[in-house]
């Protein structure tokens, strides 16, 4: 069992950055591949990011390469995204996700456990 809280969401200006965190609890965590997903308002959730458990493997929707960046650190059951350039159209819930296998990670029904989601809006 993974339990997930996400932080570090808030209100910033077109081209700011925020770094996101996921605090896991659960002894497990270092043997999950997690992820990254946004859901915005009217819309389906999407994949942003995903990480293997090691954090040697790394996966990034097309729209957010090169402006963001996930990362884990095992030792403090802890995941990240840092977001750089952020634009208005980021603006949506983002919610971290913890799964057994470093596979489909891109494919929201593929996750067995979510966070409750941390609110981003980028103003312009």
């Known amino acids: 069992q993974v339990q997930l809280v996400e932080s570090g969401g808030g209100l910033v200006q077109d081209g700011g950055s925020l770094r996101l965190s996921c605090a896991a609890s659960?002894?497990?965590?270092?043997?999950?591949?997690m992820g990254w997903f946004r859901q915005a308002p009217g819309k389906e959730r999407e994949f942003v990011a995903a990480?293997?458990?090691?954090?040697?493997?790394?996966y990034y929707a097309n729209f957010v390469k090169g402006r963001f960046i996930i990362s884990r650190d095992n030792a403090e059951n802890t995941m990240y995204l840092r977001m750089n350039s952020l634009k208005p159209e980021d603006t949506a819930v983002y919610y971290c996700?913890?799964?057994?296998?470093?596979?489909?990670?891109?494919?929201?029904?593929?996750?067995?456990?979510w966070g409750q989601g941390t609110q981003v809006t980028v103003s312009s």
């Open positions: 996700a913890a799964k057994s296998e470093y596979y489909n990670v891109d494919k929201v029904d593929a996750y067995d456990y």
């Open positions: 990480i293997s458990w090691r954090g040697g493997s790394t």
């Open positions: 659960g002894r497990t965590f270092s043997r999950h591949a």
